[in-house]
């Protein structure tokens, strides 16, 4: 019998390497699942899970050990054990705006309170299919709309990691990130190996560069939303926040592809299945000839000193790897975040609209309806009072915001001037990757209005010098930081939020590097590279890869992980990028180490 | 802005203000006021003649209409699309709108469309089309959206011949139907008014919510309630055709809103435009639509124009008169956006032709053939009324029956012992097609008479023949038409010597006792003698020759 603190180290690895802990028996699921149990419990305070253990847990962890066992018995019995897979008996956890049955699944609204449903995301069942222990439901921001998971109705969750810097004023509980904030702080805390959340602007990117992992959006329709708690449907992605970039293409491949109950997904890209055998002999080190873009638009001025540099070290890395670092314009960047935030609100409007108390949703008092269909009921409460009602008692305030924000962008009179202009603009951020990635279908003709809109109606962004006209060879990834800063101090989150603070727009800010690649639908991962000069809290860099290039993306992901890993090994003696930037075990130790500290300190 | 113009149905925005009332318009009904021009021209109605100057009001009618299709499942889950079922049993999380449930769409509702956007002769059924979503709050509706389509209908511009009834002067004109769309229904409540101190309430059945519809909405073509109830009627008859709907106004699986409004004669501007609903019966929808009109009209000419406002009216059956039912005063704004949810639905041209080869004979292109057989105005209306027997006559006259003679039988006895007969249709029935044939040929050839045929049809309609046909029933039954001379002389000369009185009588110039000898040499010949020969023996012989 393995003892408990195996067991806790295990939890705090990868899932390869929780595999082969469980395949040489040095810990069994069940172990795993008790100790992931106890943990969860011991941090609570960080408040990265809502409601309790699903109650498939020990089921799950105790049939992979079944299974293991009766491999290990020669396969004996009549029925052959299901091929191996490397999740088979690891735990994850699951952002709690993905359905799974037996539990509560609330998008962390009051109006979703109690509310069971009555099937499975395919994301969870897909796992669960192959052995993954579902753990718990992460806390995350409402119905995914905040970047930093404070805007939930279970409370502000809290980053594990503490600054390392030396000044007072760094000092106090980091912002998570989100809105899979406790997606996120699970991983990093030790909890589970990794989880499921969902992005659809930044939302599994940006709580992983916070928190020191990996997050992994894919291209949009890569894996099924079904059972995904829709916030921007033409957005929502899942996603995945992992300790490395292996594990990232270890679920992207057990839960991608084609799906009956979703019309938005596409079928699986079958290359994923030889970049896990490659990355499972060793990752390549060489990334010659491939070019990595970086767009001078993302160079605002909201990136901090400690940021930007260690954007330039990671290019440095790159070029360690052979791949050539070029200049790409993508000219619309700056307009992508307006677009962004007058889009999900306005599909969010529409999404939200069944929380109206009928059916499900938090009971508000009961409407009445006139007999001649009118809505006018005896008592003078009509269905639309009280639906108001239910809604009004049901979305917590940046909810309402955005759905207000939403639903008059959408107004028929004012639509053309925001949702549809929205859209053009959305377009345009799509052409911008397309010709960097040299993706964009060629037509004959000039004038240069490709992608069916029309640029003269927009006078949005700055063109870079030398952006027009220009044919610049295509890149293969772009490359920029995840977010402009690293984790904010929570009380200073909290000081600028709604409702304390009803205008501010500032939390939008921190979106500004991911949802560009949301808005274009393409793949997008964030890799930490190191910890920040300043603050000593992990930064994340951000690769997109061109429509549906996952895996090219994975693989350059996984090259420069393993580069930056060896930069952290040389503990800054090493020339070029060594010194600002690395990223090894010991480094993701931090967080975990952290996160006891900060239950001790409880 | 352009939006709201494609919704508009009667009365678009004033920059739109020409109907497209003639152009179509195959045959013109020049009686009554079935147009605008026929009461532009035509003289006041007399009743209504008070003064030279009296002002005549037209009324421009526009018609949508949702039609439930009749696929197996719903429109975007896998629910059944039954009738009547007990409430919510035929339900899921999609189509009650759980979050983290979407729609798929149900390709036998594409093809169903299609075929009724084909049928509607739509010269637009786009390749690619797009879902957008309609939202509002109502506990019917599980989504608070309703996924439709908005910019992009699958079909636009088509046309509808209807026939005109003959009140109406007759003959068959075009409608133009601007657009028809893919979308769902919504559930029903059912309301339950306060009892005392019990408040009132309702109860929501979500079995039809998510119900395949497509809406058709027409161009503000038509003019009278008659003319309604016949747009309705033709539409119903080509939705069975298709067998895209039941079509049934009861079960409201056709759903038929009706937007009426009032103008002058010769001003082209729209009147304000009412939305009448609720109509059970096209025949209901007829006397919803004239008493709008009659109502309108009569407020106008009271000077109290400006109480016809935009509203929705119910028609009360029982008080035979609309009743306000919500002003539109503050319209809801629907926030159309494109469904994010549904990728467009786009097919090929070898999708479209695939489901116009799958489709039947439609009643216009029926009705031209039946013309040229030489059949009938009214025969032809009873027969296209019913696909099922449109089959049988078709089949019949495959068979070498006469057309006119086939016609005739089949829309006069045969339709009349239908009407009566339980739990036997044109289809079931133990007459089939080709005796149906053969009894007609032995009519039309004169192996029998028509009063023999009348004889021996219901033995042959309720099968009590025992398999035989119409030739060995008459043979058995010796029934065959005399039409030997000599026979005929024969039976004509024992006539006239048993009744030398009335012999007598005539030739002393009484002509009207013809008949009594015509009857008696068909009665001495057993119903068999050739009617056209034996009158011509009988003449020749009581002419004494």
Redesign the interface.
């Known amino acids: 019998m393995a003892s408990s603190a195996a067991a806790d180290a295990t939890l705090a690895r990868t899932l390869r390497q929780c595999a082969s802990s469980l395949a040489d028996g040095s810990v069994s699921s069940s172990e795993l699942l008790a100790r992931a149990s106890a943990r969860l419990a011991r941090l609570r305070s960080l408040n990265a899970f809502v409601g309790g253990i699903l109650p498939s847990a020990a089921g799950a962890a105790a049939a992979s050990d079944a299974r293991r066992a009766a491999a290990a018995d020669g396969g004996g019995g009549d029925r052959a054990p299901p091929p191996s897979s490397p999740v088979d008996g690891a735990v994850v956890a699951v952002k709690d705006?993905?359905?799974v049955p037996g539990a509560p699944?609330t998008?962390s609204s009051r109006a979703?309170r109690g509310?069971e449903?009555?099937?499975i995301?395919t994301v969870a069942d897909r796992l669960a299919r192959v052995g993954a222990v579902l753990l718990a439901k992460t806390n995350m921001d409402e119905f995914g709309m905040g970047s930093h998971g404070v805007h939930g109705v279970h409370g502000a969750c809290v980053s594990p990691w503490m600054a390392r810097g030396q000044e007072e004023t760094l000092r106090g509980p980091r912002c998570a990130g989100g809105s899979s904030a406790g997606a996120a702080v699970a991983v990093a805390a030790g909890v589970v190996h990794a989880s499921v959340g969902s992005d659809t602007g930044g939302s599994v990117r940006l709580p992983a560069a916070y928190n020191g992992l990996v997050g992994y959006k894919p291209s949009y329709g890569v894996v099924s939303?079904?059972?995904?708690?829709?916030y921007?449907?033409?957005l929502d992605t899942v996603g995945f926040i992992t300790r490395d970039v292996a594990d990232a293409a270890t679920l992207l491949d057990i839960t991608q592809g084609i799906d009956?109950?979703?019309?938005?997904s596409v079928d699986a890209d079958p290359r994923t299945t030889r970049l896990l055998r490659s990355l499972g002999s060793r990752p390549s080190f060489h990334m010659r000839g491939w070019r990595v873009g970086v767009p001078a638009e993302y160079d605002a001025c909201e990136v901090s000193d400690e940021v930007r540099r260690a954007w330039s070290a990671t290019l440095r890395a790159c070029e360690d790897l052979g791949a050539i670092v070029c200049a790409v314009s993508l000219p619309h960047t700056r307009a992508a975040l307006a677009a962004y935030y007058t889009i999900a609100p306005?599909?969010a409007?529409?999404n939200?609209?069944?929380y109206?108390g009928?059916?499900?949703g938090f009971g508000g008092s009961?409407?009445?309806?006139?007999?001649?269909?009118?809505?006018l009921?005896?008592?003078g409460i009509t269905?639309?009072d009280a639906?108001s009602d239910a809604r009004g008692k049901g979305f917590g305030a940046e909810v309402k915001r955005r759905v207000m924000v939403g639903?008059y962008a959408?107004?028929?009179?004012i639509?053309s001037a925001y949702?549809e202009r929205a859209m053009r603009v959305r377009a345009l951020v799509a052409d911008d990757f397309a010709e960097a990635f040299g993706t964009k279908p060629r037509r004959g003709g000039g004038g240069g209005g490709g992608g069916g809109v029309d640029r003269r109606n927009l006078l949005l962004g700055a063109v870079a010098p030398g952006g027009v006209g220009a044919a610049p060879a295509p890149v293969d990834v772009i490359l920029t930081p995840t977010t402009p800063t690293t984790a904010p101090l929570l009380r200073d989150v909290l000081a600028t939020s709604v409702p304390r603070s009803r205008a501010s727009t500032a939390a939008f800010a921190a979106d500004v590097m991911t949802v560009p690649a949301s808005l274009a639908g393409l793949p997008a991962i964030s890799v930490p590279v190191g910890l920040g000069a300043d603050t000593g809290l992990p930064i994340g860099m951000q690769l997109i890869g061109a429509a549906r290039g996952d895996v090219g993306l994975l693989t350059f992901a996984a090259a420069l992980e393993a580069r930056v890993a060896s930069l952290g090994s040389e503990g800054g003696g090493g020339g070029g990028a060594g010194g600002v930037i690395g990223w090894g075990a010991e480094h993701a130790a931090l967080g975990v180490d952290d996160a006891d500290r900060f239950a001790a300190a409880e | 802005m352009a939006h709201a113009c494609a919704r508009g149905v009667v009365a678009p925005a004033p920059s739109r203000v020409s109907p497209r009332v003639s152009g179509r318009r195959v045959v013109v009904a020049r009686v009554g006021t079935s147009s605008a021009e026929a009461s532009a021209k035509e003289a006041p109605k007399k009743s209504e003649a008070k003064g030279a100057n009296e002002v005549q009001f037209e009324a421009v009618i526009g018609i949508e209409t949702h039609v439930q299709i009749n696929s197996n499942t719903k429109a975007f889950c896998r629910c059944a699309a039954v009738y009547g079922a007990e409430p919510n049993r035929h339900t899921c999380p999609v189509c009650l709108g759980h979050p983290g449930t979407y729609p798929i769409l149900n390709a036998a509702v594409v093809k169903k469309a299609i075929a009724l956007g084909i049928g509607l002769d739509c010269s637009v059924i786009r390749r690619k089309s797009t879902f957008d979503r309609k939202q509002y709050f109502y506990p019917d509706l599980p989504k608070g959206y309703q996924i439709s389509q908005f910019d992009e209908p699958y079909g636009e511009h088509g046309k509808l011949d209807v026939v005109i009834p003959v009140e109406d002067g007759g003959g068959v004109r075009t409608i133009g139907i601007t657009r028809a769309h893919i979308e769902e229904d919504a559930g029903k409540l059912t309301h339950f008014p306060a009892k005392g101190n019990e408040p009132g309430y309702a109860l929501a059945d979500y079995n039809r919510a998510g119900v395949a519809l497509v809406e058709i909405v027409s161009e503000p073509d038509l003019r009278t309630g008659r003319e309604v109830a016949a747009y309705g009627a033709e539409l119903r008859r080509l939705v069975r055709y298709l067998d895209v709907s039941d079509g049934n106004l009861s079960e409201g699986s056709m759903r038929c809103d009706v937007n009426v409004s009032v103008r002058p004669v010769g001003r082209e501007a729209f009147g304000t435009k009412v939305e009448v609903k609720n109509m059970n019966s096209f025949n209901a929808m007829s006397r919803a639509v004239d008493f709008e009109i009659e109502r309108q009209t009569t407020l106008i000419r009271d000077g109290r124009g400006d109480e016809i406002v935009q509203e929705t009216r119910t028609w009360d059956e029982g008080r035979q008169r609309t009743v306000s039912m919500r002003k539109k005063e503050g319209l809801a704004d629907y926030r159309y956006f494109p469904e994010p949810d549904l990728p467009p639905l786009v097919f090929d041209n070898a999708y479209v032709d695939g489901v116009k080869a799958e489709m039947p004979e439609l009643p216009a292109a029926i009705r031209a053939r039946y013309a040229a057989l030489g059949l009938p105005d009214d025969a032809v209306q009873v027969l296209v009324e019913d696909k099922a027997l449109v089959e049988y006559f078709d089949a019949t006259i495959a068979a070498g029956a006469p057309a006119k003679q086939a016609a005739n039988w089949l829309t006069g006895d045969i339709m009349a012992y239908l009407k009566n007969a339980k739990d036997v249709t044109i289809s079931t029935m133990p007459l089939r097609s080709k005796d149906l044939a053969e009894f007609c040929s032995m009519i039309e050839n004169g192996e029998i008479s028509g009063k023999i045929g009348k004889d021996i049809l219901p033995d042959l309609l309720v099968g009590e023949t025992g398999g035989a046909g119409p030739r060995a029933i008459v043979e058995e039954r010796g029934l065959s038409q005399i039409s030997d001379p000599a026979e005929i002389e024969a039976i004509v000369d024992k006539v006239l010597e048993e009744n030398p009185g009335q012999l007598e009588q005539y030739r002393g110039g009484k002509d009207k006792l013809k008949g009594f000898f015509v009857g008696k040499v068909l009665a001495a010949s057993g119903g068999r003698a050739n009617p056209a020969l034996s009158n011509q023996i009988l003449m020749k012989k009581l002419a004494g020759e």
Request: negative net charge.
């Open positions: 705006n993905l359905v699944t998008a979703l509310y449903p009555p099937m995301a939303r079904w059972g995904l708690v829709p921007c449907a033409s009956p109950l979703d019309a938005t306005a599909e409007s529409s939200l609209a069944r109206d009928v059916r499900f009961r409407g009445g309806l006139s007999d001649d269909g009118g809505i009921s005896d008592d269905s639309a639906a639903t959408l107004g028929t009179e639509t949702f």
